[in-house]
């Protein structure tokens, strides 16, 4: 008699998403501070919330099951089926973490997108022990035109070692610095030599999670161009035309 072996119900929703390819992407824009033309968007998967409560957790679930970087790739796939809609002269970012970046199928998917304004975030919150390695993939991604961002600045080790180590053509600034800054000195401190960092090496910097027109006004006033977040715009489809101003600073003009 030949038995069954059931499949877990968390195993089994990854394989219906990967065979599927059921994963819907969503865009929040990134857009200039002081006059609110969006100048990016970042692709965000969202997974059916009966099988994945959050994105994060269908992201964890595969790692944890060794599907990890599979998923990672149907997503940045799924983003890049879109980037014929995306504005003139905006550029479309995509999350990645080291271990798909070092995969050879998700360099080739970002070499073969080279020449359509792309840029890689990484977002890894654990050591990396081969940083020769990260740096010759995204080398030769940034020799093909591909920007290369470090995600959640300030938000742990990972991050800082990214950006002493890759050099990045964009720091994001992570929400947990911007959440209260404009009432807390030492937001406001690190934020501003991250502004002058910043500018030191030639990136750029990116506010993540901007969620009051305070947090919004102080960063402005701390030197900072370019961010996202609910005050500014949720995650929703591309636009049809090229530079659009955010509905909450169309209503303060």
């Known amino acids: 008699m030949t038995l069954t072996v059931p499949v877990p119900p968390t195993m089994r929703n990854l394989q219906e998403v990967i065979h599927s390819r059921a994963i819907q992407p969503t865009f929040q824009p990134v857009v200039h501070l002081e006059d609110g033309v969006v100048k990016a968007y970042e692709a965000l998967a969202r997974f059916d919330k009966e099988k994945f409560p959050s994105p994060a957790d269908a992201f964890a679930a595969a790692t944890r099951a060794g599907v990890g970087v599979e998923l990672e790739l149907?997503?940045?796939?799924?983003?890049?089926?879109?980037?014929?809609?995306?504005?003139?002269?905006?550029?479309?970012?995509?999350?990645?973490?080291?271990?798909?970046l070092l995969?050879?199928?998700?360099?080739?998917?970002?070499?073969?997108?080279?020449?359509?304004?792309i840029a890689v975030e990484l977002t890894e919150h654990a050591q990396?022990?081969?940083?020769?390695?990260?740096?010759?993939v995204t080398e030769a991604l940034r020799a093909a035109g591909i920007l290369i961002a470090v995600d959640d600045a300030g938000a742990g080790f990972a991050s800082l070692s990214h950006i002493l180590q890759l050099r990045p053509d964009i720091i994001k600034l992570d929400i947990t610095l911007t959440r209260g800054i404009d009432a807390d000195p030492v937001r406001m401190a690190l934020a501003r030599s991250l502004v002058g960092f910043a500018q030191d090496i030639g990136?750029?910097?990116?506010?993540?999670?901007?969620e009051t027109v305070e947090e919004h006004e102080k960063l402005r006033a701390l030197g900072v161009r370019l961010g996202q977040g609910y005050f500014l715009a949720r995650p929703g489809p591309l636009p049809d035309r090229a530079e659009i101003e955010t509905p909450a600073l169309r209503t303060r003009a």
């Open 128 to 136: 990396v022990h081969d940083y020769p390695a990260v740096v010759r």
């Open 103 to 117: 995969t050879p199928e998700v360099s080739a998917t970002l070499l073969a997108h080279a020449s359509r304004r």
């Open 203 to 210: 990136a750029m910097l990116i506010a993540e999670g901007i």
């Open 74 to 100: 149907l997503a940045l796939q799924r983003a890049f089926a879109h980037l014929d809609e995306m504005p003139a002269g905006a550029w479309l970012s995509a999350n990645l973490s080291v271990e798909a």
